[in-house]
């Protein structure tokens, strides 16, 4: 089994490719061992010292490192969880696992066109940096999205948010007036 990685925008954080499926069109997201309980592959990862993050896309891994700590090192280690994990053929998420879904309960028009912007437009982008952003809701003209894997704390998050998505969203759908992250 052979590994990819590639580094993203964020510093603290690679994305590893393992060749093949991690979760399909679901994403989740662990920022600590105890959120990893029902991913036996997360919990692995986070026995890594350095591990602080821990993101599954479609086809990738993302893993975020503790600012005292150096890729170099790190690397080696990760790369030996994730190629062991899926030759062993172990599931990503355990049975009592859901997918993260940030989906709204309120889905009306505007909703509605929001969602598929970031669906077609900008989730595509972004998972090619090893993240993903999810629609957590639209309240008075303000668009509220979760960054997660490598766009949380990213340096240029904010630029992202700011200059590319909100003004791609404020063009099509001139009801939306600003766009925030949500943690």
């Known amino acids: 089994m052979f590994i990819q990685t590639e580094e993203t925008p964020n510093p603290a954080t690679l994305k590893f490719l393992p060749g093949r499926e991690v979760l399909g069109m679901r994403t ?3 920022a600590s061992e105890a959120e990893a309980a029902h991913s036996p592959l997360a919990q ?3 026995g890594v010292e350095g591990v602080t993050g821990v993101f599954f896309g479609s086809d990738f891994v993302s893993v975020s490192k503790a600012a005292d700590k150096e890729w170099f090192l790190l690397k080696p280690a990760v790369l030996g969880v994730i ?3 899926f030759v062993a053929g172990r599931p990503v998420l355990g049975e009592s696992a859901g997918a ?3 989906e709204a309960v309120e889905d009306d028009e505007i909703v509605a066109t929001i969602k598929e912007l970031l ?3 900008v989730r595509p982008a972004v998972a090619q940096d090893g993240g993903d952003i999810v629609f957590q809701g639209f309240e008075q003209g303000v668009v509220y999205l979760h960054m ?3 766009c949380a704390g990213c340096p240029s998050s904010t630029a992202t ?3 590319g998505i909100e003004n791609m969203l404020r063009h099509y759908v001139p009801e939306v007036v600003e766009v925030r992250a949500v943690n």
């Open 28 to 30: 989740a997201s662990f």
């Open 148 to 150: 997660q894997g490598a």
């Open 161 to 163: 948010l700011k200059m």
């Open 44 to 46: 692995r990862l986070f």
């Open 119 to 121: 669906e077609t437009r």
């Open 100 to 102: 993260e879904s940030g």
């Open 83 to 85: 190629m062991e994990h």
